[in-house]
């Protein structure tokens, strides 16, 4: 079994902030997948999905971002799904608006919720996706930035990294997560070049 976790905040006060591009991540999944994310277990909305060959948890921590290790370790214990069958997807100021990174294991840089995780889980095993939201324009705005909903005319840019999120997520439950982190780690110029020019 896999776990797809999405990190945000819970609550209509975040809900389009950049700071929830996990949990939206995570709707736009249930929504393609036909699914509802209704039921309330593991701190979390979830539901569980059948994927071919593999069954799906989606989960949306309903813990605030500081604490999502408590509801990623309730998956773990709880749920029976190894870390490492469990898909972290974030937010990171670090990268471009319109890229990601998929990564199979590793510290949590400055992201609070990954830090709580790896705190609560005792491991840094487990795969994650970030998701490029852009920077802010110095560490003062830093907070303000990511509880910032995204502008309209960044709206193009974050659907190609939410599409692009999809299609390495696929990757990883195919158990190819290498290739995944061969073909998304890299900088894709020619976009990062047009949500530049499209934000000044």
């Known amino acids: 079994m896999w776990a797809v976790v999405g990190l945000g905040n819970p609550g209509k006060h975040y809900s389009r902030t950049r700071h929830n591009v996990g949990f939206l991540f995570v709707?736009?999944?249930a929504k393609d997948w036909k699914v509802l994310l209704k039921?309330?277990?593991f701190r979390s909305k979830t539901?569980?999905?059948?994927?071919?060959k593999e069954r799906v948890l989606l989960a949306?921590?309903?813990?605030?971002?500081?604490?999502?290790?408590?509801?990623?370790?309730s998956i773990i214990?709880?749920?029976g799904v190894r870390p490492e069958n469990v898909v972290v997807v974030y937010d990171d100021l670090d990268i471009p608006l319109g890229e990601i990174r998929v990564r199979k294991e590793g510290g949590a840089g400055n992201h609070k919720g990954v830090a709580s995780i790896i705190e609560e889980i005792q491991t840094t095993q487990f795969p994650r996706i970030r998701i490029g939201i852009g920077?802010?324009?110095?560490?003062?705005?830093?907070?303000?930035f990511v509880l910032s909903t995204f502008h309209k005319e960044e709206g193009p840019f974050l659907e190609q990294?939410?599409?692009?999120?999809?299609?390495?997520?696929d990757l990883v439950i195919s158990g190819e997560t290498e290739k995944a982190m061969n073909m998304y780690n890299r900088k894709r110029r020619g976009r990062q070049a047009s949500s530049e020019s499209a934000l000044h």
């Open 27 to 29: 709707r736009n999944l």
């Open 39 to 41: 039921k309330r277990s």
């Open 47 to 52: 539901c569980v999905v059948e994927r071919g």
């Open 60 to 73: 949306m921590p309903q813990t605030y971002m500081n604490q999502s290790g408590i509801a990623v370790k």
């Open 77 to 79: 214990k709880e749920g």
């Open 135 to 144: 920077s802010a324009d110095s560490a003062e705005d830093m907070v303000d």
């Open 161 to 169: 990294s939410l599409k692009l999120a999809r299609e390495a997520l």
